[in-house]
């Protein structure tokens, strides 16, 4: 099993939709993780942390399953801006480990 | 806004060239890193320096030396690169090393090996 698991994307949605991205990880110690947005030639850019089972910042949920050890990125009434890369980052005992990342396109 | 400064944004080089990347933060963060990123790849990490002090080496070849002069700056120089070292170069601080901080990035340098 890979360190960090994101769903292979594209995904495409239209605007408004919800859409989630789960993101699973192997070393159960794993104690904060976070998601961040990428768009195309950039810099990653933090979005949420998540340190306990969730967060919640406008239209964005992360959730955190320690059993089944996954992290969720719920994303409400999708906007075009929200196009991008979101990566998910596991800092596992001290270790950032990166997803591969889960490319959203949202479309008119 | 970003509170991690790199230069240059965009950065040509021939493969006999000696160049610099600079990263600056001033949010007194004590772990600074740099990362090296490929097209639909995730973020590499190359180095990672604690309290100034080099921490982490990724296996990184020796064309690439940073340096931490203090606790605000970094850089990378750059020696006999070759092409497929064409990438974008990041920059990245948190809190300390290892804690349960976020990594803050820089906006990068385009790097082209030519």
């Known amino acids: 099993r890979k360190e960090v698991e994101q769903d292979p994307g594209p995904f495409n949605v239209p605007e408004g939709a919800t859409v989630a991205f789960n993101c699973t990880y192997s070393n159960s110690a794993s104690q904060s993780f976070f998601w961040y947005r990428q768009d195309c030639r950039k810099e990653p850019k933090l979005l949420m942390s998540?340190?306990?089972s969730g967060n919640e910042d406008g239209r964005f949920t992360a959730q955190l399953n320690r059993a089944s050890q996954y992290i969720s990125l719920l994303i409400r009434d999708s906007k075009l801006s929200d196009s991008a890369t979101y990566l998910c980052?596991?800092?596992?005992?001290?270790?950032?480990?990166f997803g591969k990342g889960t490319k959203l396109s949202v479309k008119p | 806004d970003t509170e991690v400064t790199q230069t240059p944004k965009h950065l040509v080089m021939g493969m006999t060239n000696k160049k610099s990347l600079k990263c600056e933060q001033h949010?007194?963060?004590?772990?600074m890193y740099w990362y090296k990123q490929k097209a639909k790849k995730p973020p590499e990490l190359m180095f990672v320096y604690s309290y100034e002090k080099l921490s982490i080496n990724e296996s990184v070849p020796s064309r690439f030396s940073p340096e931490c002069p203090n606790s605000s700056l970094l850089n990378l120089h750059l020696h006999a690169l070759q092409p497929e070292d064409s990438a974008l170069y990041l920059c990245?601080?948190?809190?300390?090393?290892?804690?349960?901080?976020?990594?803050?990035f820089g906006n990068g340098t385009r790097l082209t090996v030519t």
């Open positions: 980052v596991v800092n596992s005992v001290g270790n950032l480990i």
């Open positions: 998540v340190y306990s």
């Open positions: 949010m007194g963060h004590r772990a």
């Open positions: 990245a601080s948190s809190r300390i090393q290892g804690d349960d901080s976020p990594l803050h």
